[in-house]
């Protein structure tokens, strides 16, 4: 063999030495590429396209609604020789308006003359239908359905000096077609806030019997 075929073949031998040792590290890292991705049952999350389309994380946190308790009754305070107990300025009317103004008045005139306000709320309105009987024959049919409108203001720990002031204040200013009356609180005042449910009732009855 002469020398240029002995320097040619080692030279092949060489590049196919150095084209053996790249080509071996890429199919390891294959390999191990390959066998990581079998042992991870979800390869996605070490993509940095994990968590697209979540929007959870977006959105405010839900707020559990609580169950509304119900209204509870207060103890009735007791009046003395100076001062009266709970009492009951209540106003009603066929005009809302007239009414809520009204009583959003006794509302300021008491913080001016600091007489304690208990509570200021609203009683359900009260329809009344009215009949007319027709010329010809006794059918009656309805003519109007008046609402009237009430409103009530409770007052506590009235003083008995500035009490007849007070009453004539608001009798002076007591607007046309309202009515005004003051009594004191009972525990049947308090009833007549919530609304009567006559079904529910007669099953609570039969429940009970």
């Known amino acids: 063999m002469s020398l240029p075929t002995k320097f040619a ?6 590049v196919l030495d150095l084209a053996a040792s790249i080509f071996r590290p890429s199919v390891l890292k294959q390999d191990s590429l390959l066998g990581t991705l079998s042992a991870n049952a979800r390869p996605y999350r070490s993509m940095p396209t994990h968590g697209i389309g979540r929007y959870k994380n977006l959105l405010p946190p839900e707020v559990v609604k609580k169950r509304k308790e119900r209204i509870q009754m207060k103890p009735i305070k007791a ?13 009603f ?14 509302h300021n005139l008491c913080n001016r003359l600091k007489i304690k306000v208990g509570e200021s709320y609203a009683l359900p309105t009260k329809s009344t239908e009215i009949f007319s009987m027709q010329d010809i024959g006794a059918k009656m ?3 109007a359905v008046l609402k009237t409108h009430r409103r009530v203001v409770q007052l506590s720990g009235l003083n008995a000096t500035v009490c007849p002031v007070f009453i004539e204040v608001l009798l ?3 607007p ?4 005004l ?3 004191e609180h009972t525990e049947e005042d308090f009833s007549s806030r919530m609304k009567t449910r006559p079904e529910l009732e007669e099953l609570m009855a039969k ?3």
Do not use: C, P, W
Request: charged letters at 20%.
């Open 9 to 14: 073949f080692a030279q092949r031998a060489l």
């Open 181 to 183: 009356t003051i009594s």
């Open 141 to 143: 049919s309805v003519d």
């Open 93 to 106: 009317g066929y005009d809302m308006t007239l009414v809520e103004h009204y009583s959003q008045y006794i």
């Open 207 to 209: 429940m009970n019997s």
């Open 79 to 91: 009046a003395t020789e100076f001062e009266y107990g709970d009492l009951n300025v209540a106003v």
């Open 176 to 179: 046309e077609g309202v009515d």
């Open 172 to 174: 002076k200013n007591l």
